[in-house]
Structures are given as structure tokens and as C-alpha cells.
DNA sequence: GCCAACGTTGGC
DNA sequence: GCCAACGTTGGC
């Protein structure tokens, strides 16, 4: 089993969003960029956890964890004119985007903030694709070392 | 294949 | 809102 974690800003679709949803269950629509098209679509399986990030947004952090519930499958919203992550490039017969379905396992009780992992940089976290400089990967792998450390910290405090 | 221009991401 | 970092595009 593998664990990731997953960006989202909150103002478009949060934590509390999914919460909301039916069945707690979304579509992981509009990454639009190849390395997390690549993870996506060929190493993220039915039943992996991955963290659910909140990014873009006054606190920025770790918030919840969700599953994996569908493995990859074309991301229709580029096909849709009216959609804003629409792509021309992408059609039915040769799709060029994917997503998942997640399903929201837990909320933390407390958001688990960039601020605070950074603190971790050179120690438990040292290597963390999160903390990397220039990170922009919307999509990335957790080690399981590192999953369980987060995991940690959401339950301190 | 190079690289400048441009758009996006995302922390602050 | 600013801006650095990065990815993509397209002319050559």
C-alpha cells in the first residue's frame, strides 16, 4: 500500500467540502500537470491513504486523511468546454488527463500546518517532496516513515 | 534542441 | 497583492 498526499485549495473545494459530499466521496478532478497525471494514473491503487492538504489559503496544512476509492480513471472535465480546466488536447478516444475517486476516512482535530512540518525539515522530515524548495507538485508520494510521523502529530497538542 | 515569454502555483 | 519558482509553449 502506498500514501500520498493531495493539494487543494480550501476556497475551491475543502476538507469540509468533501465532508459534505455523498457518501463522503469525490472525484479528484483537474490536475493538469504530467508528474501527478503520471502518479495518478499509474501508481495510486484502490485502498492507499493520502493526506488531504489544504494550499493556497491563511493556514496552509495537512488537514484530514482520505482513500483511495477509484483507481484512475479520464478526467472528464477536460472534455467539457465549459469547464475551467477544460484542455482541447484532451478527447474521449486518447485522454490525456486522469483522476481518482477519495473517500474521506478522518479530520483531524487540529490542522497539522506547513509551518509546524518545516520545523521537521532536517529531522524526522528530512526529504519530505512537500518541503522541497520551489515545491509545486499538487500530487505527491508520503513514505510511510513520514506518514506515520504526521500521523502523529495530528493527535498531539 | 534552445530559450524567451508567458501562465500558474502557492507561501507569505 | 506580491513575487519566486517552475512548467509549458512556440519561434527559430
Not at 500520498?4 to 466521496?25: C, H, V
Not at 504530467?34 to 492507499?48: C, E, P, T
Not at 522530515?125 to 506518514?147: D, H, I, Y
Request: net charge positive.
Amino acid at each position: 500500500m502506498n500514501y500520498w498526499l493531495l493539494k487543494s485549495e480550501p476556497g475551491s473545494f475543502s476538507i469540509d467540502d468533501l465532508a459534505r459530499a455523498p457518501r463522503k466521496t469525490t472525484c479528484w478532478d483537474g490536475v493538469r500537470n504530467y508528474q501527478a497525471r503520471n502518479m495518478i494514473r499509474d501508481d495510486m491503487k484502490k485502498g492507499d491513504l493520502a493526506f488531504y492538504y489544504h494550499s493556497n489559503c491563511e493556514v496552509p496544512g495537512v488537514v484530514g486523511v482520505v482513500e483511495i476509492v477509484r483507481e484512475a480513471y479520464p478526467d472528464h472535465t477536460a472534455f467539457d468546454p465549459e469547464d475551467h480546466h477544460f484542455d482541447p488536447k484532451s478527447d474521449p478516444e486518447n485522454p490525456r488527463w486522469f483522476m481518482v475517486d477519495v473517500k474521506l476516512v478522518e479530520k483531524f482535530s487540529r490542522v497539522v500546518s506547513l509551518r509546524e512540518l518545516k520545523e521537521y525539515a532536517d529531522g524526522k522530515l528530512a526529504g519530505f517532496r512537500l518541503l522541497a524548495k520551489g515545491n509545486r507538485l499538487s500530487v505527491m508520494p508520503v513514505s510511510s516513515a513520514q506518514w506515520k510521523f504526521i500521523r502523529s502529530l495530528s493527535k498531539g497538542k
